[in-house]
């Protein structure tokens, strides 16, 4: 995929702006509060359909304005597409070559973009909740069928925990429902293993390309079973559960507790790597993320680099550039022109309070 060009109205600190970006790389420079995260953060939005970083989308709306509209045109195998979102302060309308979809996962994943940003070193030590939202998120963006399995999933687990809060549980509704819960589980575990497996395919080389650090990092899945070949394994895990979800009255196992670990020569990564060890242990899950996205819809997602140059020695830069390879769009954002890069072929910008100009 190439995003030819982005147009943002009242998005951030931006009034009004077009860019026309080149099909490979893309260097986005200015100092700190000027508006580059912003500019990833809109395209990540259009991927999407909400920030990486707030929950709230009017605070996206410039301020003392009533609309923010954030709209592409991308080419994706051969063919040209134009995508907007309009926020309002009562929602969102998001359209497709100008008509308005009815739903958003109607426009989810039209425009598939992997992001790294700094506050991404955040995944080692957050809660397995949040590693389980990252893998959701990419995983929906390449199959509906994972996100109607997901979505189907939660409804009945709601519905598990209000029937175990109830004075008196009715086993047989409760029997119906782990059995429903089961059939979605499969699914979901099924799609969550190969993710996992195909991020442990590539992390470690990726990292070693990037680092020259000879450590072995690898990915595991923390799946609430180990055998997803008939029901029985899942089936019995609500029957051994069973006493002690009625005695908390919740669910205590499924899907909904498993987790992602990321371990450097067989340890925790939060417990023993560096901090430029993590930065690029995360790097080399949004390039093997990359990979996966390729592997399974055929088609290339844009990378954005939100800061990445930062705290890496002048050696890691230059190698981890020459890595972005001609296959794919990329966006970096600096506070300064690396001296390495400046004669590599490239579209340079240069962000000045929410103003672009073309270098
Ligand atoms: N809704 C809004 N309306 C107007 N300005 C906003 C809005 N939201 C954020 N801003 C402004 O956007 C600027 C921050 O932009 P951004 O996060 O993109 O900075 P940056 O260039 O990435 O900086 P850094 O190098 O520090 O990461 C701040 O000046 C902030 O006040
Ligand atoms: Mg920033």
New binding site residues.
């Given amino acids: 995929m190439i995003i030819q060009r982005l147009q943002l109205r009242n998005f ?2 931006y009034e009004k702006v077009s860019v026309d970006l080149d099909p490979h790389m893309n260097l986005i420079t ?10 990833l ?1 809109s395209i990540v939005y259009l991927s999407l359909t909400r920030s990486h970083r707030i929950s709230n989308d009017r ?5 003392g304005e009533e609309f923010a509209d954030i709209s592409c045109r991308f080419e994706d195998s051969g063919i040209e597409k134009e995508i907007e979102a309009v926020i309002h302060q009562k929602g969102k309308t998001l359209m497709v070559h100008r008509q308005p979809v009815r739903k958003s996962s109607e426009f989810i994943g039209l425009l598939n973009v992997v992001m790294f940003s700094p506050d991404d070193l955040r995944l080692f030590h957050d809660q397995p909740k949040d590693r389980r939202r990252i893998m959701n998120q990419e995983i929906t963006k390449i199959s509906p069928v994972y996100l109607v399995s997901l979505s189907r999933y939660q409804a009945l687990l709601k519905e598990r925990n209000i029937l175990l809060k109830s004075d008196s549980v009715n086993m047989r509704i409760l029997d119906t429902l782990d059995e429903q819960m089961v059939t979605e589980e499969k699914v979901i575990i099924d799609y969550r293993r190969k993710f996992v497996d195909s991020i442990q395919k590539d992390i470690g080389t990726l990292y070693r390309r990037i680092s020259s650090d000879q450590s072995e990092i690898s990915v595991k899945y923390v799946c609430c079973t180990d055998d997803i070949e008939n029901d029985d394994p899942l089936k019995e895990m609500y029957l051994m559960c069973r006493q002690r979800d009625m005695q908390y009255r919740t669910s205590t196992a499924g899907i909904h507790r498993e987790d992602i670990r990321f371990e450097i020569n067989g340890t925790p990564v939060e417990e023993t790597a560096s901090q430029g060890q993590k930065r690029m242990i995360v790097l080399a899950f949004k390039l093997a993320l990359m990979n996966y996205i390729v592997r399974e819809t055929s088609k290339c997602p844009v990378l954005l680099l ?2 990445v140059l930062s705290e890496l020695d002048y050696e890691k830069q230059k190698r981890l550039l020459d890595m972005m390879s001609d296959t794919y769009q990329c966006l970096i ?1 600096s ?1 300064e022109i690396p001296s390495f890069l400046k004669n590599q072929k490239m579209k340079e910008f240069q ?1 000045i309070n ?1 103003t672009i100009n073309p270098l």
């Fill in positions: 951030r600190n200015g100092k700190n509060a000027q508006g580059k995260t912003n500019l953060e605070k996206l709306i410039r301020n939100d800061d954002t506070t962000i929410g």
